[in-house]
């Protein structure tokens, strides 16, 4: 009896594993889009099922806190790394909703370009979030984090270009103001992966 009254630590690793799989499911399946060239209601919903199951995955963490005395790390440093891996999701969900509203319907070689280095990205946020388990991996997650700021170096430099490019020999101003969002908001992903890269990289630098 007494011992069940003791506050046992919870295995938080498991369910940032699991977030961080729909993150990869979604950056997987927004590459396959790329591809294709357009978005139909099926696309929507299938992106729309993974960001549901990403949010699940959030609540449980969320809830999973607010019942756990012991955590592995700070308990804010929980939050805003279930948050950022999140906003992953929601953002590729979002860019995926645009592409449906604003009805693009031919292949773009810059999108395909972006959903790679994207799907490269939210990759070595997975590997990052995964090799928490152990802290003896922290020259690993150390090398990751880097990669992940290198991709979204490479992003900005990708987005001033495309939009040199957009500008430059797109005549439509409404497919300007598109296409702008679109790569604007293809970059932003790569933005929150390195959000969660300089998380896990707090969270290192405490656990030292």
Known sequence: ????LIPKEFDFFDLFEKQVDYAVKAAVYFKE???????????????GDIEHQGDE???????QLNKTFITPFDREDIHALAKELD??????????????VY??????????????????????????????HNMKNSK????????????????????DKMLAELFENEKDPIAIIKWKEIYQD????????????HVVS????KQA
């Open 1 to 4: 009896m007494f011992f069940n």
């Open 33 to 47: 889009l790329t591809l294709k060239g357009s978005v139909d209601e099926e696309a929507i919903a299938k992106i």
């Open 57 to 63: 995955a959030t609540h449980d963490i969320i809830n």
């Open 87 to 100: 906003d992953i999701i929601d953002m590729i969900n979002t860019i995926v909703s645009r592409l449906r």
């Open 103 to 132: 009805k693009i319907t031919r292949i773009d070689k810059n999108l395909i370009e972006f959903a790679s280095v994207i799907e490269e990205s939210v990759r070595a946020v997975a590997c990052t979030v995964k090799w928490m």
């Open 140 to 159: 690993s997650i150390s090398e990751s984090c880097v990669e992940i700021n290198r991709l979204e170096n490479v992003g900005d430099s990708m987005r």
């Open 186 to 197: 293809a970059e932003t992903v790569l933005d929150i992966c390195e959000d969660v890269a």
């Open 202 to 205: 707090s969270i290192m630098v």
